[in-house]
């Protein structure tokens, strides 16, 4: 985020400073007497108050929404220009009139110049990288939990009747009608000044029509072999593992309890005690327990690539997922037992073990990983974690990794003949020993989940797709609803005979998305 404000600032330095020195330049023409950094300090002036004035008018403007109200903003402002160009420069209208259309015009040349070399700004009309990225959607509040999410507004926009909406938090329904007017995706910050890394979000030209601009995730680059399977994506005949700590755009929410459900879903409650003896017990989002012996508190859910952004499409099969995150905040521990965090997955498990000692350890069979250096682990507000993501289990604190292990095989062959349907569901848990503690804020995300039998080129079928020296790979994380290099069919004629279908061109990408600038208030950067 602050790299964000850094770069708007300097942008709207350097274009005051252009206009500053185009009104210097066009002063002795127009016989008016001012130095360079008076100039630059009345654009500085001009532009702040035009700026305000314009982010008042973006603010009342969806009060009245008609292009007339809009086209009187604009005016207005532009007269707000003038009128301080001819205070300030104490000159005639005419002269003022003139000054501005100069200093417009350097400043629009020097923006067209930075878009053209640099920084190009788009706005996301469809969900197909839902949810880091959204295009239109509704907003809906959700009754029985109070939260906020967001649907898709791109599908059944024809039905004559109102559709579900499914918050994924709690799994309540709420009636959205989808004839309503839809809220305008997300505005994104491209960098063109470089090629894609693996997992960049990227702009670029469909290969199927170089007319139409697509936003893509690039997971395979120039001469890489890419196959998908088990939901995760495979280089060259290996697993591409994901950070726990990174890319956490990719972790998708599942549940968070700062939002109390007040009607938990009568097969998938959320957490709960692990037994009818069990100690814990719930107030108000938080969970406390006096433990003697082990006792656990599991989350009864299952979890899979459930979709609240595409939760209006109908019901999707779902498919399990097992590379999910848990967090955990202490509110307090006392006594000499530990807490622990637990993935089951049939007979695999894995456990992240705290004690007050400021030892941590992570458990996988007969395995164990071990950090002496974090004292404050079962400190007020701490924050613990365990994340299995692409066949590597890791402890975190404070949301960094401190230990990991290696607990599924990362050869593709061992997963070509994987069964989305027959994947056993996995189970969280927080187990105390010995222990008196309050938890609170357990909030359980999943990765995303790619699948890999969801169009007809190569790459679709987990067969293997071997990108050319100049080709790309491009996946969606909305995966079930993404167009994407697993389902293009053809290529534009410019390309054709150039480069295969299924990979993206060099030469049609448009830039790297580095920042997320609108709406504000999600205002992030994307890598």
């Not at 239109?136 to 967001?150: L, T």
């Not at 009636?175 to 994104?188: E, F, H, M, Q």
């Not at 995760?232 to 956490?248: C, H, P, S, T, Y």
């Not at 995966?479 to 389902?487: E, Q």
């Amino acid at each position: 985020m602050a790299e964000l404000i850094s770069i708007v600032v300097g942008l709207c330095l350097a274009g005051i400073g252009v206009g500053g020195i185009a009104l210097w330049l066009i002063a002795k023409p127009l016989h008016v007497r001012v130095g360079l950094l008076r100039a630059i300090a009345v654009i500085a002036l001009g532009s702040i108050a035009t700026v305000a004035f314009e982010l008042a008018a973006l603010f009342v403007l969806p009060f009245f929404p008609s292009l007339g109200a809009a086209v009187a903003a604009l005016v207005v402002g532009i007269i707000l220009g003038i009128a301080l160009l001819k205070y300030f420069l104490a000159t005639t209208k005419g002269k003022a009139v003139l000054a501005w259309m100069v200093v417009t015009v350097a400043q629009l040349s020097f923006a067209m110049l930075l878009r053209a070399v640099w920084l190009e700004a788009f706005l996301i009309p469809t969900g197909s990288k839902a949810p880091a990225v959204i295009g239109e959607h509704h907003d809906v509040d959700c009754a029985n939990c109070g939260r906020s999410f967001v649907v898709d507004a791109t599908r059944g926009i024809h039905s004559p009747r109102p559709l579900e909406a499914v918050c994924v938090n709690c799994l309540a329904k709420t009636t959205v009608d989808p004839r309503t007017k839809p809220l305008s995706g997300d505005r994104i910050l491209v960098d063109k000044t470089r090629l894609p890394s693996r997992w960049d979000l990227t702009i670029f030209r469909s290969p199927q029509r170089l007319d139409t601009k697509y936003l893509g995730r690039i997971v395979g680059l120039p001469g890489e072999t890419v196959e998908l399977a088990s939901g995760d994506v495979f280089i060259n005949g290996v697993r591409e593992a994901k950070a726990a700590d990174q890319l956490n755009l990719m972790w998708v929410l599942v549940n968070d309890t700062v939002h109390s459900i007040k009607t938990p879903d009568a097969n998938e409650p959320g957490w709960r005690p692990a037994q009818e003896t069990s100690q814990w017990k719930s107030r108000e989002g938080e969970w406390e327990i006096d433990a003697g012996d082990a006792d656990e508190l599991v989350f009864d859910r299952q979890i899979t690539d459930r979709s609240e952004y595409n939760s209006m499409h109908g019901s999707p099969p779902r498919t399990v997922v097992v590379d999910v995150r848990l967090d955990v905040r202490v509110e307090s521990f006392e006594g000499e037992g530990n807490l622990a965090l637990i993935w089951r997955c049939g007979e695999r498990e894995v456990v992240a073990q705290f004690d007050r000692s400021g030892n941590a350890v992570l458990k996988y069979g007969d395995r164990s990983e071990e950090s002496s250096d974090v004292p404050a682990a079962l400190s007020a507000g701490a924050r613990l974690g365990l994340a299995v993501r692409d066949g590597i289990a890791s402890l975190l604190i404070a949301d960094r990794v401190v230990a990991s292990l290696e607990i599924d095989s990362p050869k593709v062959e061992d997963h070509r003949s994987h069964d989305e349907q027959a994947t056993q569901s996995c189970r969280l848990s927080i187990r105390a020993s010995k222990a008196k503690t309050k938890v609170d804020r357990l909030v359980v995300r999943r990765d995303v989940y790619f699948h890999g039998d969801m169009g007809v080129c190569a790459g679709c079928t987990n067969a293997p797709f071997t990108l050319g020296p100049r080709e790309y790979f491009s996946l969606g994380d909305n995966s079930r609803f993404s167009a994407d290099s697993r389902s293009w069919s053809e290529l534009d004629p410019a390309l054709a005979g150039r480069y295969q279908i299924g990979a993206v061109p060099e030469e049609a990408i448009i830039g790297v998305a580095r920042w997320m600038y609108w709406p504000l208030n999600h205002a992030r950067p994307l890598d």
